[in-house]
């Protein structure tokens, strides 16, 4: 007895399923299930525009993304969901990485006799964990190469690992303008616009109210014949009267009300860290400072090329800060105050959460902060 022939509709979509078609079906399938969640996506995206405001979206995406955190489809799906929401709580910069570069600078002075040798020393201090013996670690950092030895500051670099960059670091004094003026200009982008002549554009996206922590975007230009760069970082800043310190960190995020444009070449890695110590009061001429920076200009130069051009180009911006900071001091441009001439006052509330953490933290020894941008 012999078997049933399939049905001819049946045979000829066999037939060209072993041409391939069954492959072209699937794709088909997805490419009709995908276009259904995006449209889902959107109209949940447009739903939640109506029902909450900016600052609630932000919120309640916060509160998802830190429950599903760890699950990356089902984060990604959120993402998509709730596109064009900054997420604060992952990007904002926190008190850890402000007290790292506190402690960097630190840690040089307490070997400054380094920077008042005669080339004996040709590197600064490493890290905590290497001069603890972790080998590890030693392992993945490099030394400081010194690059630049001029009176007035110091520069090194080092490689970064896994990549053809270099990392820099600047320590330098300045005697004839204060650090307060000094770190009013770094902080002002209306004024950055006047004295940086290489600055296209230069403006705040969104301000953290929870961190003090801000999003700019900043387009720059770079030595002919290469485009224009464009940043977008998150910046925060802090101020300790107690301990007589300022800090500036700076890193690149990305920010959903920013895309990359066809005019710039996005520049996605970048950091940079300035401590300020003043030698006698934030009012007061003269202050040491420790400047560390790295980026991905996005080049297609060799290593050399490239260290080349910073290495020339850090000294010539600082130059330029320092003639502006001059200019503010001598009442040619005003510029705004980001730093309180006295500490502010805590209320009775925040007293008590401060002893609260106080305790929770016993034995650190973080700053108090008390101004952010």
């Known amino acids: 007895m012999f078997p049933r022939r399939p049905p001819a509709g049946l045979a000829a979509w066999l037939a060209g399923a072993r041409g391939g078609g069954l ?47 760890g699950r990356p489809g089902h984060a990604s799906a959120l993402m998509a969901a709730l596109a064009g929401v900054f997420v604060w709580d992952e990007e904002r910069i926190q008190e850890e990485e402000l007290q790292r570069s506190i402690n960097e600078m630190k840690r040089l002075e307490e070997v400054s ?8 020393e040709r590197h600064p201090p490493e890290s905590k964990s290497q001069t603890e013996g972790n080998e590890e670690l030693k392992d993945k950092e490099q030394p400081w190469e010194m690059v630049m030895d001029k009176k007035h500051f110091k520069l090194w670099r080092r490689p970064i690992e896994g990549s053809h960059l270099y990392q820099y ?49 900043w387009v720059t230009h770079f030595p002919y014949p290469m485009y224009s760069r464009d940043y977008v970082y998150v910046r925060r800043y ?9 800090v500036l960190v700076s890193r690149a995020v990305q920010h959903p009300s920013v895309p990359e444009s066809p005019e710039f070449v996005r520049v996605r890695s970048y950091e940079s860290q300035m401590v300020i110590r003043p030698h006698k009061s934030f009012d007061e001429n003269g202050f040491d400072y420790l400047l560390t920076y790295s980026d991905n200009p ?17 000294p010539d911006f600082l130059e330029k800060l320092h003639t502006a900071t001059l200019k503010a001091k001598n009442m040619e441009i005003k510029v705004k105050d980001y730093i309180p001439a006295k500490p502010l006052e ?15 933290n016993e034995g650190s020894c973080g700053p108090a902060r008390i101004e952010y941008a």
């Open 23 to 69: 492959l072209g079906l699937l794709a088909n399938q997805c490419r009709f299930v995908t276009g259904l969640r995006v449209r889902r996506t959107q109209q949940i995206a447009q739903l939640y525009g109506r029902l909450y405001s900016e600052s609630s979206r932000c919120v309640l995406l916060g509160r998802l993304w830190r429950r599903l955190r």
């Open 113 to 120: 006799n380094i920077f008042q040798s005669s080339g004996v």
């Open 169 to 217: 670091r600047v320590f330098g004094t300045y005697t004839d303008v204060t650090p307060r003026q000094f770190f009013n200009v770094q902080l002002d982008t209306e004024y950055r616009k006047k004295w940086d002549a290489l600055v296209i554009k230069l403006e705040v996206i969104e301000r953290d109210v929870v961190s003090g922590s801000e999003v700019l975007h």
């Open 238 to 246: 802090s101020v300790d009267q107690e301990n007589n310190v300022m």
């Open 298 to 314: 996005q080049t297609v130069f060799p290593r050399y090329c490239v260290s080349w051009m910073v290495s020339s180009g850090m």
């Open 346 to 360: 805590m209320s009775s509330e925040a007293k008590a959460t401060a002893q609260s953490s106080e305790r929770k």
